[in-house]
């Protein structure tokens, strides 16, 4: 007897395969749960080995509630494609925690209460046209104790640095006291006296970092760093003992971080300057870690300077006089600042004055990471010829030979280091770093003075800063990277998830090169055109029209007609400039529409060949 007709076996055979499907769908969210697999040419959804490592240092849950107006964003399609990339990487931070870290996302809709906790966490909402809706796009990180931590606003243009972000978030949320900042100073830069016995209340910068860390500064020649301070930084060091480089040298391999702000001639120090003696400005103002950078392999002449044609800024010596660009004062755009480092990667300028540069010698085993440098229009010059061109700063161009290399101003440095100081010894003395070493130097203490970057005013007694320069936010990057731990440190910034297409570009490129030259040759002869039919025209000193005459007038005629065929040709060579990007656009949509039914075609006609040949081969 038949158990089944022919009729229903296919039926048979299709609840079974379904059964089967649901149960290897079930199996799957058993045996491979968490598992994750990153085909992505960037390794887009693959967190960082030092995120990793962070996460797995998290002793106490940490609660993380994204805001998103989902429904707000309904025909803001690329913002929703961020926002989904945005969710991806906290669900994979979340899953990657081992459950100490959870993911709540709320959708803030209008005069909800869930709107009302976004207002009262200080989430940042952007109104979206005449429709009234808000858009939120905050993250909130909460942990036990009560402590918050909040992102204000996930802005698309910052998403290299989401990753980081987030890691500082959940990394703050885990520390119970503020980092310790320990300055050393050749420079005013803390709180003083002026002559009448009046408090200053000290430099822009140090007025912020005291606000945001402990710090404390270190008077004199210290000759140890205590084992609790995060970062050591040192502004214009000079003529420090050797028993106070051999305590920097030993905090660095401890595996303290160091910041350091040298100078070949930091006008900001006016600490030699006597009113009534001239020549007091001849003496040197310049500092420098001689000691430690020969012994470490950095490279730094402090008698030597950056000068820079193209990043130039605009000074004016004389108060009567036109301004004029000055070739040793410098504000370094976003294409002079490292875009992959946290420190530079958001700074739109960087003013710099007087400015060294950095090098690495071979023999050196660390590795050098520029974050701010010059542009290939830049040469060195002597302290003294800069010095001499201060009341008129034209004088610098003499002799002034672009070397086309660009030149280091501030640079990261990392790896093992041995100690400077080889022959001292006892218990506490390390010969060598015990991890990687972090150091950040720049060439130059200008950077930190006011007048290079913001400007103070005073508004009913509170003090009012406005910035004009990045200034601030590059000693405070500098300063919040190396204070925390080295798992946050290594976190790398994320490549953008826009994919450029390379082959588009080039080809634009080509067609450039091809076609720049003869559409910039027709547009100068269509201005020459234009500039004579101008002239034939023009009306008499009485402001009426002139009468032309009858070779005039065919002269008109004739440019003209002129004007037209030149219009003509330049719009056919402006078209053939993107000829070749349409025609690659044509290409890619027909492999679009046709490949894939060409494929499935293909597959369907294998599958067909190879049944009908075990058919035959069954009934032989």
């Known amino acids: 007897m038949k158990i089944l007709s022919r009729r229903s076996a296919p039926l048979f055979a299709l609840a079974l395969l379904a059964l089967g499907f649901v149960a290897l ?31 797995g240092r998290v002793d106490e849950p940490v609660r993380l509630k994204l805001y998103y107006s989902e429904h707000a964003t309904r025909d803001l399609q690329q913002f929703r494609v961020f926002a989904t990339r945005v969710r991806e990487l906290l669900e994979e931070v979340a899953a990657r925690s081992d459950g100490q870290v959870t993911l709540e996302v709320i959708d803030p809709e209008p005069f909800s209460e ?20 808000k858009l939120y796009f905050g993250l909130v990180g909460l942990n036990s104790t009560d402590g918050e931590t909040v992102m204000p606003f996930i802005q698309p243009d910052k998403e290299a640095f989401l990753e980081y972000d987030v890691a500082k978030l959940i990394s703050t949320l885990s520390i119970d006291t503020q980092p310790v900042v320990a300055i050393i100073s050749g420079l005013p830069t803390g709180p003083t006296l002026d002559p009448a016995g009046r408090s200053r209340p000290g430099w822009v910068f140090d007025r912020q970092l005291s606000e945001l860390f402990e710090l404390r500064r270190l008077q004199d020649n210290p000759t140890a760093i205590a084992d609790d301070v995060d970062l050591l930084m040192l502004v214009h060091p000079r003529q420090l003992s050797a028993d106070t480089l051999y ?45 430690l950078f020969k012994a470490w392999g950095i490279q730094y002449d402090p008698t030597r300077l950056v000068l820079d044609d193209k990043h130039a800024l605009q000074v004016q010596p004389d108060p009567n006089g036109l301004p004029v660009r000055h070739l040793a004062v410098l504000g370094l755009g976003k294409d002079a600042l490292n875009q992959d480092d946290v420190v530079t990667g958001e700074l739109q300028t960087l003013n710099v004055s007087s400015a060294g540069a950095l090098g690495l010698s071979r023999e050196s085993g660390l590795a050098m990471e520029a974050l701010a440098q010059s542009s290939g ?9 800069v010095r001499d061109a201060a009341a008129d700063p034209e004088q610098l161009r003499k002799g002034f030979r672009p070397g086309g290399q660009p030149h280091v101003i501030a640079a990261r440095f990392t790896g093992p280091l041995r100690s400077a100081f080889p022959d001292r010894a006892g218990d506490k ?28 005013n005073d508004f009913l007694g509170q003090p009012v800063y406005n910035a004009f320069a990045s200034n601030g936010d590059f000693v405070y990057n500098a300063v919040d990277n190396l204070v925390g731990n080295a798992d946050l440190i290594a976190v790398r910034t994320r490549a953008s998830a826009a994919r450029p297409f390379e082959r588009v570009t080039a080809l634009r490129r080509s067609a450039e090169q091809r ?11 269509l201005d020459e055109l234009e500039q004579k039919l101008a002239a034939l025209q023009q009306p008499g000193a009485d402001g009426q029209a002139q009468p032309l005459s009858g070779p005039q007038q065919a002269e008109i005629l004739r440019f003209q007609d002129e004007k037209l065929r030149m219009r003509k040709e330049l719009r056919e060579v402006q078209h053939r400039l993107n000829a070749d990007i349409e025609a690659l656009g044509d290409r890619l949509k027909l492999v679009n529409i046709l490949g894939m039914p060409a494929l499935v075609v293909l597959v369907a006609l294998g599958l067909a060949w190879r049944r009908r040949a075990r058919r035959r081969a069954t009934e032989a």
């Open 25 to 55: 769908v079930a199996l799957n969210s058993v045996l491979l749960r968490g598992a994750r697999l990153d085909l992505t040419d960037k390794g887009l959804y693959t967190l960082s080995e030092g995120t990793r490592h962070l996460l």
């Open 114 to 133: 869930a709107e009302d906790q976004a207002e009262a966490h200080g989430l940042q909402s952007i109104p979206l046209g005449t429709s009234g809706d």
């Open 247 to 291: 305590a920097i040298d030993q905090f660095v391999m401890r595996g303290g971080r160091l910041l350091a702000f040298v100078d070949p001639d930091s006008e900001a120090d006016e600490s030699a300057i006597d009113p009534l003696d001239p020549l007091s400005v001849a003496i040197p103002r310049s500092s420098d870690l001689p000691a």
């Open 377 to 385: 229009a830049s040469a060195l010059a002597d302290v003294a010829t």
């Open 429 to 456: 003395h390390v010969a060598e770093s015990r991890e990687p070493v972090n150091l950040v130097i720049v060439a130059d203490t200008d950077v930190l003075a006011d007048r290079m970057w913001v400007q103070v």
């Open 515 to 525: 076609y720049r030259s003869s559409e910039q040759r027709l547009q100068r002869q």
